[in-house]
């Protein structure tokens, strides 16, 4: 999957780095090590960074895990993200300065808030703190909608969003009672898959923000499943 996406796209690729689908941040030696195997195997693949995030059993940053983690990809010329797991820290203020004590490049967050717009005032303090040291990354129901006044009040460089469609299935037989799934709804007749209309248009009201915001650049990163 990952040589695939790297051979349909030739912009800035980040792999996620998570040792288990589901649970917590919190990590085993067995499971850190899976994480730093796959770093590894990540950089074979031609990425460009990886993203990861350890914690605590208080909630706050394991820096000594995210420290080995960060200093393998380092070494490998990777870039690195934080990712939401800063989001489950009980200070994020506190969890911003670890980051920047172990030197990560990035942090995605929501501002601790269930959405980027509801952590809008948090997200602004984060960039005026990490101002230089580290880059705040808004993710969380981020739609071109709401793009250019995050952009504006929060004086953001980068953006995430999954920018996200529903695909659904064209298979005519569904076997009554059976799913592969334990979801319910059984998700076996649909998923999500990257928009590139909304990936555009997020772009365009990034770009559009930041043109009004001195030294601010517009940018967007997009997750999906599939493109």
């Known amino acids: 999957m990952i040589r695939a996406c790297r051979s349909a796209f030739s912009g800035q ?11 917590d941040f919190v990590y085993s030696d067995a499971e850190v090590q899976v994480m730093l195997e796959d770093i590894r195997t990540a950089k074979a693949c031609g990425v460009d960074g990886v993203v990861f995030g350890a914690l605590r059993p208080d909630g706050t940053v394991d820096a000594t895990i995210t ?3 960060w200093g393998l990809a380092n070494e490998l010329g990777l870039d690195a993200t934080f990712h939401r797991a800063f989001d489950m820290t009980p200070d994020p203020i506190a969890a911003l300065d670890s ?5 990560l490049p990035r942090v995605l967050t929501s501002g601790g808030a269930p959405s980027a717009i509801e952590g809008a005032d948090t997200l602004a303090a984060l960039v005026r703190r990490g101002h230089g040291r580290i880059t705040v990354l808004a993710g969380g129901g981020v739609t071109p909608g709401n793009t250019g006044e995050l952009v504006r009040r929060c004086g953001l460089q980068e953006l995430h969003s999954t920018a996200k469609r529903v695909e659904r299935s064209q298979v005519l037989y569904r076997r009554p009672g059976m799913s592969m799934v334990s979801a319910r709804p059984p998700q076996d007749w649909e ?4 928009d590139a209309l909304l990936v555009r248009r997020l ?3 990034a770009a559009e923000a930041a043109a009004e915001e001195p030294g601010v650049s517009g940018g ?5 499943r599939r493109e």
Request: net charge positive; no cysteine.
């Open 13 to 23: 690729l980040m792999v996620m780095v998570r040792p288990r689908g589901g649970g």
């Open 67 to 69: 420290g080995r983690l």
């Open 99 to 103: 980051l920047m004590m172990l030197g």
């Open 191 to 194: 998923w999500p898959v990257a």
């Open 203 to 205: 772009v365009e009201a």
């Open 220 to 224: 967007v990163t997009v997750a999906s």
